[in-house]
C-alpha cells in the first residue's frame, strides 16, 4: 500500500475521467497485491470510535467506562456541530463557534498475525494539542493541528482488546484568524509492517536529468532496522506508470547497521517519460522493496512525476520547456456546514469546479493540507505552494490569534518543519515552498528566516522558496500581498531587485456576495476608503462606478457586490494584468477560492466574503470572470441576473465576460450591439433599461460563435426543485451527495432573490453532514434539517452508513410545491477493524 496514503476515493466511477480510472484499478491492484502478501497492510481507522465533549478525569485509562459516550466516525469536528455566539471566546476569527476539549476512545482487537510484525498508528490530522494514549501508555503530544502524527503501537499491544484514547485541546481561543474546527478531522490509519522496513515517509525521489528522450530516476530510501543485528538485504526499486506497466527496474544490495536506519541510495532511467504538468499530469509509482533470504518483507510505493522546472529571472517560470503562469488561488481547508472535516468527495468536488474555472495552481493558506489533498493535485494538475507557518513565533495583532501556534513556534518549528518537509517532498504538484505568510518583523530576524530557508533547501534542494509578503533576504521568490496592489509596487521591486522573480502570494483581496449587486465600485475591503492617505490614493488602481447613482440600494451593507468592483486596492482585472504583461511575475494567488468560516468582520457574520465560490459551494459572478480570463474552453457569462421587479426603465449596466474576442448582448432576441473585447479593460459592458424578458449574451471568436448564455426574467416563488450531483452512492460511510435547493418559478425558472424557509425530510440510510446556502449572515445551526434559501439557492449534504437502499429526499416550503428527488445507496465492503 501508499504509505504516503495516497488516498484514491476521488476516483470514484461516477466521476471518474479514463485516466483517473486506470490510475484507480493500478493502485488497486497494487493494494490487493500487498495485502496478500503480508508485506505492509494499511487499514482504516475511521469508524466507530467514542467520543466525550469536556475533559474527564483519566479518560486514557483502559478502564475507563466509554459505553455512553457517542459513537461517530471520523473525520469529525466537534465545533461545527455547536451554536454561533458571539460570546464564543474564539470570536469572529473562529466564525464565532466553540472550542473546548474533546476525548476519543477507540477499541482495537489483537490479531494474531501481528506476532512478531510492527504496528502502528496514523493520524493525518488533530486540531489542535493532541495527546495520544495505547492501553494507558502516553505515546506522544503534538501542539501542531495540521501535521499528521505517527505512533509505534508495538510495545504495548497485548492480546485481547486494546484501547486507544485521544484527548484533543482546542480550548485557548482564538487558535488562529480563521475557523480549524476541533477534533480528529481527518482520517486514521493502522499500519502493519514488518520489523525491517521502509520509515515512515522515508523515501526522497528526484529526477535530476529530464528530457523528452529519457529522465534520471535518483532514490533515496530509509531503512529501519530495529532487530540489533547487522543484516544482509536486497533493495529493490521498480518504477511503474499510472497503468502500472514496468518502466524501470533496479537491484541493489547492502547490509544494514545494526543499529538506528540505513540510507539505500539507487538511479534509474525511465525511456520517454511522460512529463508532469497541470495540463497532463502523468504520475509514475516507485515500489521500493525490501527482500531479505529471498523474501520480499516490505513493499513502500511512492507516487512521483517527472518534470522539469525551471525559475529564470527574465524568462519567468518554464515548465518542460512551455512559458507558464501560476493561475491559482488560496484556499482555507474548511467549508460551510461540514467545517474542517472535509470528506474526500467534497474536496474532490471543489478541485473539480477550481479546474473547470481554469486555475491551475493552489496555496495552501497557511498550513499543511490532508495528503488527500496532494494526492489529488498531483494526478488532477495543480501546481502547489505549500505552506506550513501563518506568522512564526508571535501571534498576528493585538487580541486576534493569541494561541495560534506561535505560541508552540519556538519549541516545535524545527521537527514539524522537517516532518513537513518529508512528508511532501515527492509530489510534482509541489512547486515551490512557502516559508510564512505576512511575518511581521522578519526583517528583524533573519537569521531565523535564514535558518528555515536553510531547512527547506537542505531537505529539498530541488524547490524555491517564497514568503508571503516579503521581498528580500533570505527567499528565492518575492512574495507580494497587500504591498502589490498599488500603483507602482512591481516597477520599484523590479528596479531594486532586477535578478528576482516574484509570485502574488495573496492578491488580489476582492470581495463579493453572489446575487448581490452595486453599481459604484468601493474600496472598503479591509477599511473605510477615507482613512486612505491623500498619498495612497493617488496609488490606488482605478474600480469601476458603472453609474453615476446607486442602482441597488437594497442589499444589507454586509455584502459585497458582484461586479468587479468592490475590493481593497485592486481589481481582480487590474491585477491580472500585473501578472500576465510582467514576465518577472510568475504567476498570482488569489484571496481567496472559496468563502471560509472565520476571520469574520463582527456579529452576525461568518467570513468576509472573499471567496469567487460561496459557503454551499455556488460560483459567484467573479468565478466566471476568472474562467474567462484564464481558461481555455470557449465560455460567456452575463450579470446581473434579469429579475429586478420594481426597476423597470431604469438603466442597470449588463456586464458581459467572455474569451472570446467579441460578443453580443440581444433582448428578447434584439440586438443592443456587437462589441470587441478590449484587453485592457477584460469585460463587455451595456447599459440597458429594465423590463422584463431575456437577455442573451453570444461569444464570438475569429468571427465564429463560440458561446452563448441567456437570462430570463422569473415570476413569484412556485416550488422547489431539487437536483442531486450523484444518483447512486455506495454503503461505505464516506460515499457523500449534494443535494442542491432552487425555488423555481412556475416555468422551472430559479427565483434570485428567493429567501423562503426549506425544510428537508429524509428516509433511508443516511448521515446528515448539514445543510448551508451561502448566506453569511445567517448564524442558524449547521446540523439541522432546514434552512432558508439564499438568493434562491439551499444545499443539503448527506453521507451514507454502512446500509444499503434508497434515499427519498423531499423538500417543504410553504406555499410551494414540493421537491422531491431519490437515491440509491448499493451495498459495499469495508474494511475497517
Same mark, same amino acid.
Given at each position: 500500500?501508499?504509505?504516503?496514503?495516497?488516498?484514491?476515493?476521488?476516483?470514484?466511477?461516477?466521476?471518474?475521467?479514463?485516466?483517473?480510472?486506470?490510475?484507480?484499478?493500478?493502485?488497486?491492484?497494487?493494494?490487493?497485491s500487498?495485502?496478500?502478501?503480508?508485506?505492509?497492510?494499511?487499514?482504516?481507522?475511521?469508524?466507530?470510535?467514542?467520543?466525550?465533549?469536556g475533559?474527564?478525569?483519566?479518560?486514557?485509562?483502559?478502564?475507563?467506562?466509554?459505553?455512553?459516550?457517542?459513537?461517530?466516525?471520523?473525520?469529525?469536528?466537534?465545533?461545527?456541530?455547536?451554536?454561533?455566539d458571539?460570546?464564543?471566546p474564539?470570536?469572529?476569527?473562529?466564525?464565532?463557534?466553540?472550542?473546548?476539549?474533546?476525548?476519543?476512545?477507540?477499541?482495537?482487537?489483537?490479531?494474531?498475525?501481528?506476532?512478531?510484525?510492527?504496528?502502528?498508528?496514523?493520524?493525518?490530522?488533530?486540531?489542535?494539542?493532541?495527546?495520544?494514549?495505547?492501553?494507558?501508555?502516553?505515546?506522544?503530544?503534538?501542539?501542531?493541528?495540521?501535521?499528521?502524527?505517527?505512533?509505534?503501537?508495538?510495545?504495548?499491544?497485548?492480546?485481547?482488546?486494546?484501547?486507544?484514547?485521544?484527548?484533543?485541546?482546542?480550548?485557548?481561543?482564538?487558535?488562529?484568524?480563521?475557523?480549524?474546527?476541533?477534533?480528529?478531522?481527518?482520517?486514521?490509519r493502522?499500519?502493519?509492517?514488518?520489523?525491517?522496513?521502509?520509515?515512515?515517509?522515508?523515501?526522497?525521489?528526484?529526477?535530476?536529468?529530464?528530457?523528452s528522450?529519457?529522465?534520471?530516476?535518483?532514490?533515496?530510501?530509509?531503512?529501519?532496522?530495529?532487530?540489533g543485528?547487522?543484516?544482509?538485504?536486497?533493495?529493490?526499486s521498480?518504477?511503474?506508470?499510472?497503468?502500472?506497466?514496468?518502466?524501470a527496474?533496479?537491484?541493489?544490495?547492502?547490509?544494514?547497521?545494526?543499529r538506528?536506519?540505513?540510507?539505500?541510495?539507487?538511479?534509474?532511467?525511465?525511456?520517454?517519460?511522460?512529463?508532469?504538468?497541470?495540463?497532463?499530469?502523468?504520475?509514475?509509482?516507485?515500489?521500493?522493496?525490501?527482500?531479505?533470504?529471498?523474501?520480499?518483507?516490505?513493499?513502500?510505493?511512492?507516487?512521483?512525476?517527472?518534470?522539469?522546472?525551471?525559475?529564470?529571472?527574465?524568462?519567468?517560470?518554464?515548465?518542460?520547456?512551455?512559458?507558464?503562469?501560476?493561475?491559482?488561488?488560496?484556499?482555507?481547508?474548511?467549508?460551510?456546514?461540514?467545517?474542517?472535516?472535509?470528506?474526500d468527495?467534497?474536496?474532490?468536488?471543489?478541485?473539480?469546479?477550481?479546474?473547470?474555472?481554469?486555475?491551475?495552481?493552489?496555496?495552501?493558506?497557511?498550513?499543511?493540507?490532508?495528503?488527500?489533498?496532494?494526492?489529488?493535485?498531483?494526478?488532477?494538475?495543480?501546481?502547489?505552494?505549500?505552506?506550513?507557518?501563518?506568522?512564526?513565533?508571535?501571534?498576528?495583532?493585538?487580541?486576534?490569534?493569541?494561541?495560534?501556534?506561535?505560541?508552540?513556534?519556538?519549541?516545535?518549528?524545527?521537527?514539524?518543519?522537517?516532518?513537513?518537509?518529508?512528508?511532501?517532498?515527492?509530489?510534482?504538484?509541489?512547486?515551490?515552498?512557502?516559508?510564512?505568510?505576512?511575518?511581521?518583523?522578519?526583517?528583524?530576524?533573519?537569521?531565523?528566516?535564514w535558518?528555515?530557508?536553510?531547512?527547506?533547501?537542505?531537505?529539498?534542494?530541488?524547490?524555491?522558496?517564497?514568503q508571503?509578503w516579503?521581498?528580500?533576504?533570505?527567499?528565492?521568490?518575492?512574495g507580494f500581498?497587500?504591498?502589490?496592489?498599488?500603483?507602482?509596487?512591481?516597477?520599484?521591486?523590479?528596479?531594486?531587485?532586477?535578478?528576482?522573480?516574484?509570485? +502574488?502570494? $495573496? #492578491? %488580489?483581496?476582492?470581495?463579493? *456576495?453572489? =446575487?448581490?449587486?452595486?453599481? &459604484?465600485?468601493?474600496?472598503?475591503?479591509?477599511?473605510?476608503?477615507?482613512?486612505?492617505?491623500?498619498?495612497?490614493?493617488?496609488?490606488?488602481?482605478?474600480?469601476?462606478?458603472?453609474?453615476?447613482?446607486?442602482?441597488?440600494?437594497?442589499?444589507?451593507?454586509?455584502?459585497?457586490?458582484?461586479?468587479?468592483?468592490?475590493?481593497?486596492?485592486?481589481?481582480?482585472?487590474?491585477?491580472?494584468?500585473?501578472?500576465?504583461?510582467?514576465?518577472?511575475?510568475?504567476?498570482?494567488?488569489?484571496?481567496?477560492?472559496?468563502?471560509?468560516?472565520?476571520?469574520?468582520?463582527?456579529?452576525?457574520?461568518?467570513?468576509?466574503?472573499?471567496?469567487?465560490?460561496?459557503?454551499?459551494?455556488?460560483?459567484?459572478?467573479?468565478?466566471?470572470?476568472?474562467?474567462?480570463?484564464?481558461?481555455?474552453?470557449?465560455?460567456?457569462?452575463?450579470?446581473?441576473?434579469?429579475?429586478?421587479?420594481?426597476?423597470? +426603465?431604469? $438603466? #442597470? %449596466?449588463v456586464?458581459?465576460? *467572455?474569451? =472570446?474576442?467579441?460578443?453580443? &448582448?440581444?433582448?428578447?432576441?434584439?440586438?443592443?450591439?456587437?462589441?470587441?473585447?478590449?484587453?485592457?479593460?477584460?469585460?463587455?459592458?451595456?447599459?440597458?433599461?429594465?423590463?422584463?424578458?431575456?437577455?442573451?449574451?453570444?461569444?464570438y471568436?475569429?468571427?465564429?460563435?463560440?458561446?452563448?448564455?441567456?437570462?430570463?426574467?422569473?415570476?413569484?416563488?412556485?416550488?422547489?426543485?431539487?437536483?442531486?450531483?450523484?444518483?447512486?452512492?455506495t454503503?461505505?460511510?464516506?460515499?457523500?451527495?449534494?443535494?442542491?435547493?432552487?425555488?423555481?418559478?412556475?416555468?422551472?425558472?430559479?427565483?434570485?432573490?428567493?429567501?423562503?424557509?426549506?425544510?428537508?425530510?429524509?428516509?433511508g440510510?443516511?448521515?446528515?453532514?448539514?445543510?448551508?446556502n451561502?448566506?453569511i449572515?445567517?448564524?442558524?445551526?449547521?446540523?439541522?434539517?432546514?434552512?432558508?434559501?439564499?438568493?434562491?439557492?439551499?444545499?443539503? #449534504?448527506?453521507?451514507?452508513?454502512?446500509?444499503? =437502499?434508497?434515499?427519498?429526499?423531499?423538500?417543504?416550503?410553504?406555499?410551494?410545491?414540493?421537491?422531491?428527488?431519490?437515491?440509491?445507496?448499493?451495498?459495499?465492503?469495508?474494511?475497517?477493524?
Open positions: 500500500m501508499d504509505p504516503t496514503h495516497n488516498n484514491t476515493k476521488h476516483f470514484n466511477e461516477s466521476h471518474m475521467t479514463h485516466t483517473g480510472k486506470n490510475i484507480c484499478l493500478w493502485i488497486l491492484a497494487l493494494l490487493l500487498c495485502t496478500a502478501n503480508a508485506q505492509r497492510i494499511e487499514q482504516n481507522l475511521d469508524f466507530d470510535w467514542r467520543f466525550h465533549l475533559d474527564i478525569a483519566a479518560g486514557e485509562a483502559p478502564t475507563t467506562d466509554h459505553s455512553t459516550w457517542r459513537q461517530l466516525d471520523v473525520p469529525h469536528d466537534w465545533s461545527i456541530e455547536g451554536e454561533y458571539q460570546n464564543n474564539g470570536k469572529g476569527w473562529n466564525a464565532f463557534l466553540p472550542g473546548g476539549i474533546g476525548w476519543y476512545r477507540r477499541e482495537i482487537p489483537w490479531n494474531d498475525t501481528w506476532e512478531g510484525r510492527n504496528v502502528a498508528v496514523n493520524f493525518d490530522g488533530i486540531y489542535m494539542n493532541s495527546t495520544v494514549w495505547i492501553n494507558g501508555h502516553k505515546l506522544g503530544y503534538r501542539p501542531n493541528g495540521y501535521l499528521d502524527v505517527h505512533y509505534d503501537l508495538t510495545p504495548y499491544l497485548r492480546p485481547g482488546m486494546n484501547i486507544l484514547a485521544v484527548r484533543v485541546d482546542n480550548s485557548l481561543q482564538p487558535s488562529a484568524r480563521w475557523y480549524n474546527g476541533s477534533g480528529i478531522y481527518r482520517h486514521v493502522l499500519i502493519v509492517t514488518d520489523p525491517v522496513r521502509v520509515a515512515h515517509n522515508g523515501t526522497y525521489v528526484t529526477t535530476p536529468d529530464v528530457t528522450e529519457q529522465a534520471t530516476v535518483a532514490v533515496e530510501a530509509e531503512i529501519v532496522n530495529p532487530t543485528n547487522r543484516l544482509p538485504v536486497t533493495i529493490e521498480v518504477v511503474a506508470d499510472s497503468r502500472g506497466r514496468e518502466v527496474r533496479s537491484n541493489r544490495t547492502l547490509t544494514l547497521t545494526d538506528g536506519t540505513t540510507l539505500a541510495v539507487d538511479r534509474l532511467t525511465v525511456a520517454n517519460p511522460a512529463l508532469w504538468s497541470p495540463e497532463s499530469p502523468a504520475v509514475y509509482y516507485l515500489t521500493t522493496r525490501i527482500v531479505r533470504d529471498g523474501k520480499a518483507i516490505d513493499d513502500y510505493v511512492t507516487r512521483f512525476g517527472i518534470r522539469k522546472a525551471e525559475f529564470d529571472p527574465d524568462r519567468g517560470f518554464i515548465l518542460n520547456g512551455v512559458p507558464t503562469k501560476f493561475k491559482g488561488v488560496c484556499i482555507h481547508q474548511n467549508t460551510g456546514a461540514v467545517g474542517s472535516a472535509m470528506p468527495d467534497l474536496l474532490y468536488k471543489r478541485l473539480v469546479q477550481l479546474k473547470e474555472m481554469g486555475c491551475n495552481a493552489i496555496r495552501t493558506s497557511h498550513y499543511a493540507y490532508a495528503p488527500e489533498f496532494y494526492a489529488m493535485c498531483d494526478t488532477m494538475g495543480f501546481m502547489v505552494m505549500n505552506e506550513l507557518f501563518d506568522g512564526w513565533f508571535q501571534w498576528k495583532g493585538a487580541n486576534k490569534a493569541r494561541y495560534d501556534y506561535g505560541y508552540y513556534f519556538l519549541d516545535w518549528w524545527e521537527r514539524d518543519l522537517a516532518d513537513f518537509i518529508r512528508r511532501d517532498r515527492n509530489h510534482p504538484s509541489v512547486m515551490i515552498w512557502s516559508m510564512g505568510n505576512e511575518v511581521w518583523g522578519y526583517e528583524r530576524h533573519q537569521y531565523l528566516q535558518k528555515i530557508n536553510d531547512t527547506f533547501h537542505r531537505l529539498d534542494p530541488t524547490r524555491p522558496t517564497t508571503a516579503a521581498l528580500d533576504t533570505y527567499l528565492d521568490i518575492a500581498n497587500a504591498n502589490g496592489e498599488s500603483r507602482g509596487d512591481l516597477a520599484a521591486f523590479r528596479q531594486k531587485q532586477p535578478g528576482k522573480l516574484a509570485i +502574488g502570494t $495573496e #492578491i %488580489p483581496h476582492t470581495r463579493s *456576495t453572489r =446575487g448581490v449587486y452595486r453599481t &459604484l465600485g468601493s474600496y472598503n475591503a479591509w477599511r473605510n476608503p477615507e482613512r486612505f492617505s491623500d498619498k495612497e490614493r493617488e496609488r490606488l488602481f482605478p474600480i469601476d462606478s458603472l453609474t453615476d447613482t446607486e442602482v441597488f440600494t437594497e442589499f444589507d451593507p454586509g455584502y459585497a457586490s458582484s461586479y468587479d468592483n468592490q475590493t481593497r486596492k485592486i481589481s481582480v482585472r487590474e491585477q491580472w494584468k500585473q501578472t500576465r504583461d510582467n514576465p518577472f511575475m510568475i504567476g498570482e494567488f488569489r484571496w481567496t477560492a472559496f468563502d471560509y468560516l472565520g476571520e469574520a468582520w463582527g456579529w452576525p457574520s461568518r467570513t468576509n466574503n472573499y471567496g469567487i465560490i460561496d459557503l454551499a459551494g455556488f460560483p459567484k459572478d467573479n468565478y466566471y470572470l476568472y474562467q474567462s480570463l484564464w481558461s481555455d474552453q470557449p465560455m460567456v457569462h452575463l450579470l446581473p441576473h434579469w429579475t429586478w421587479p420594481g426597476k423597470e +426603465g431604469v $438603466e #442597470i %449596466p456586464v458581459v465576460y *467572455t474569451n =472570446g474576442d467579441e460578443a453580443e &448582448l440581444l433582448i428578447d432576441g434584439r440586438s443592443l450591439g456587437r462589441r470587441t473585447m478590449d484587453p485592457d479593460t477584460l469585460q463587455l459592458v451595456w447599459r440597458v433599461p429594465y423590463q422584463p424578458g431575456t437577455l442573451t449574451a453570444v461569444a471568436k475569429d468571427g465564429r460563435e463560440i458561446a452563448r448564455k441567456s437570462c430570463t426574467t422569473a415570476e413569484k416563488p412556485a416550488a422547489v426543485r431539487l437536483t442531486p450531483d450523484r444518483t447512486t452512492l454503503a461505505n460511510r464516506s460515499d457523500v451527495v449534494c443535494i442542491t435547493a432552487d425555488i423555481v418559478d412556475s416555468r422551472g425558472r430559479l427565483v434570485p432573490y428567493a429567501s423562503n424557509a426549506i425544510r428537508f425530510e429524509v428516509s440510510p443516511y448521515k446528515l453532514l448539514g445543510v448551508e451561502g448566506d449572515l445567517d448564524m442558524n445551526p449547521q446540523k439541522v434539517l432546514g434552512r432558508k434559501a439564499f438568493m434562491g439557492k439551499a444545499l443539503l #449534504i448527506l453521507q451514507t452508513t454502512g446500509e444499503s =437502499g434508497v434515499l427519498q429526499i423531499k423538500a417543504l416550503s410553504d406555499g410551494l410545491r414540493t421537491g422531491k428527488t431519490s437515491v440509491h445507496v448499493k451495498p459495499t465492503k469495508t474494511t475497517s477493524i
